[in-house]
Nanobody, 125 residues
Framework: QVQLVESGGGLVQAGGSLRLSCAASGRTFSLYSMGWFRQAPGKEREFVAA????????NYADSVKGRFTISRDNAKNTVYLQMNSLKPEDTAVYYC??????????????????WGQGTLVTVSS
């Protein structure tokens, strides 16, 4: 069992930056690949970024490529999402998730086994 807690959300102006963190409980964090997803009001949850257990592989949605960076620190049981050049359309609740299939960087929510409670990011124009 893994428990995930996101932090770092908030209100930021367009063009600004935020860094989200996701802290995981347990000693098995390094065995999971990790993903970030987001869900805007009235929309389905969508993939943002993912990183394999060793950080050797990353995957990004086209909408965030070049602006967002996913990283992890296995010693701290934490995965990060650095978000730069934020746009109003990035406004959403952001969730981190853990996938026991640690070799993949899946874009599919159903592939993830554990989820955090989410943190709200609001980008004003």
């Amino acid at each position: 069992q893994v428990q995930l807690v996101e932090s770092g959300g908030g209100l930021v102006q367009a063009g600004g930056s935020l860094r989200l963190s996701c802290a995981a409980s347990g000693r098995t964090f390094s065995l999971y690949s990790m993903g970030w997803f987001r869900q805007a009001p009235g929309k389905e949850r969508e993939f943002v970024a993912a990183i394999s257990r060793s950080a050797a592989n990353t995957n990004y949605a086209d909408s965030v490529k070049g602006r967002f960076t996913i990283s992890r620190d296995n010693a701290k049981n934490t995965v990060y999402l650095q978000m730069n050049s934020l746009k109003p359309e990035d406004t959403a609740v952001y969730y981190c998730a853990a996938d026991v299939m640690s070799w993949r960087t899946s874009t599919t929510p159903d592939h993830y086994d554990y989820w955090g409670q989410g943190t709200l990011v609001t980008v004003s124009s």
